[in-house]
């Protein structure tokens, strides 16, 4: 389940990709190319240039071109559920939660040719990511990892909407998905049904806190399926502080598990 923390994991994994001629594109899955890409625009866009820099939005990847010096088009790469960054045969993150632990070729939706032999790939069981030209990064919010005080209060802690919707709302923060907002709402001790207008500021602090700190564990410890909480997320499991069990809901679309001993719907 790719988050924030698995695109930034894949970010420096497509570093390798960096600096190296492109001769060739593989579009094995043309259903995979978005927002109007063809195979033909791609490639027209892509084969001759060179990849000079490896940029995250939060869960969108960028791969910025350049051909002799000119800045060329930018690649977007979604990786919805299942998807993994594959460069010369070398995965970037080596276990992805909820997905196929296979490495099968056959799941290859895109590839990207080097001069030298060496190649980038997108490789997705489940077919839930894409890959478009020159994306809207516009259209997604400010990064989970460089969110402020003012922004987390403007952008995210208004309205009558739960707050784990909210977090999950990629226009107004982006990066957050379904394992990072509830390990950050459990450790900020918030319950996640509460309106995102609710919180007062010392709460909103804490937020910002913890999520600053899971962000951090989640990179330390390699991918959003490290968290305390994680084990957990089956019927009947069980909070890891004080074996309450868990509460497990539907918010904002999503399985949503909470302690309601320690994250009080009253705050």
Known sequence: M????????????????????IVSVETPDEWFLKDGATPESVRDALVGERFVAARRRGKLLILDAAKDGEPGPRLGLRFGMTGRLIVDDEAAIGYLEY?????????????????????????????????????????LGVD???????????????????????????????????????????RAKIDPGRPAGSLDDREAGRLLRALRRVLADFMRDGGSHTGRLQDQRVRGGRCPICRTELDRREIGGRTTFSCPRHQPISG
């Open 2 to 21: 790719p988050e924030g923390v698995e695109i930034e994991i894949y970010r420096i994994g497509a570093e390798a990709a960096l600096d190296r001629e």
């Open 99 to 139: 997905s196929s632990q296979r490495n099968d070729p056959a799941w290859d939706r895109f590839v990207v040719h080097f001069a030298d032999g060496g190649d980038l790939r997108l490789r997705d069981p489940r077919r839930l990511g894409g890959v478009a030209l020159d994306p809207d990064e516009d259209a």
């Open 144 to 186: 989970a990892f460089e969110i402020k005080p003012k922004q987390l209060r403007d952008r995210v802690l208004v309205g009558e909407v739960a707050l784990k919707a909210r977090l999950l709302d990629q226009s107004r923060v982006a990066g957050i998905g379904n394992l990072i907002a509830d390990e950050t709402m459990w």
